[in-house]
């Protein structure tokens, strides 16, 4: 097993080494890279990795440090503000973009099952996308990060709503009851308790023995880990708690050191998430789903930037930073792929409708990151005007 591990290692980060060479030469982004990696190497092309399920765990990591990172550049006064000002407006679009998913699914042939679980799906923007393409100064300092970061949480929120209708549906119809009441009871109480740790005990330790970067580094990733695992117990995602654990540390200043010595380690997570989605894909499969999923990734990047536009003006947002929110959250989101397969494993959907799901994920990732890259600052900008970090 553990040759088998080194071999798939090996082939991931040597093979994302050239990808990501030949992406920066070619001028092209190396979220599209990885997942291109990912389609050549898994068991539909090439077949040389043979751990998926290892691979999907290990990548379901960077997710849960992207958004450790993410809390730590989140003030709670200004989280909560934000929350409060887009609630309605996150309500709103996912219904819009239900029933554009729904009304395209059905154009498509698929049953009214199977299309209301693709305009489900079609509901949500990528965190992972999203955060990686927003620059470090725009979550700090702009407002479109707020705006951007503030809806990709209520998104979240009720994106983890649906999972448990799913579960609840995949177990006994004893415990449904308890799958909603138990979310609800538990994330107060997570909230409260997070806080009141950081602040009578973990700011405590770290400031004792802040001199060791080592001792640092350890506790941030055992208090992001912890939350992570309590908040699944909880029945809630272990993403929301590694959102609340960092949160309860972003008003000490050491919220940044933390933020910028795990970098690195998210990085290599990420690597493996965008590798696992371009592996799973089933390749025969393609012919069948091409055209609904090209049909839904460019209704997806075409309608969100104008019912974006639309709502954030009612909340007095100028025209340039409501263009731009709604094209940075123009993809369909990591959520959706969890809810095809949720969906697929119950019998709620065929094989086909879920790798619909899933090439529209993938297509939407490719077209808004070439999208946002050409024309908005980011991280990973092509042109060195609008690179930003």
Known sequence: MEASIVHSFFLIFAGAAVVASIALYTRQPMIIAYIALGVLLGPSALSLINEPKLMDEMSHIGIIFLLFLLGLDMQPSHLINMLKKASWIALLSSAVFALLGYGVAILCGYSTIESLIIGIAMMFSSTIVCIKLLPTTALHHKHTGELVV????????????????????????????????????????????????????????????????????????????????????????????????????????????????????????????FFTIGASFNLDLLGLVIIPALILAISSMLIKPIVFRFLLKGIKEDASTSWEVGFRLGQVSEFSLLIAYLAASIGLIGIEASHVIQATAILSFALSTYIVILNYPSPIAISDKLRRD
Not at 205 to 218: G, N
Request: some cysteine; hydrophobic content about 60%; charged content about 10%.
């Open 150 to 273: 503030g809806l990709l949480l209520l998104q979240d929120m009720i994106a983890i709503a649906v999972l448990l209708i799913l579960y609840s549906m995949s177990e006994s119809e004893s415990s449904g009851a308890m799958q909603y009441l138990k979310p609800l009871i538990s994330l107060p109480l997570l909230v409260a308790g997070a806080f009141l740790f950081v602040k009578y005990i973990l700011l405590k330790l770290i400031t004792r023995f802040d001199r060791f970067h080592e001792y640092i580094f350890l506790v941030s990733i055992g208090w992001c880990l912890s939350m992570a695992v309590l908040a699944e117990t909880a029945g809630l995602s272990a993403e929301m708690g590694a959102f609340i654990a960092g949160v309860a540390l972003a008003t000490s200043p050491i919220s940044q050191y933390i933020a910028t010595h795990l970098k690195p380690l998210r990085d290599f997570f990420l690597v493996l998430f």
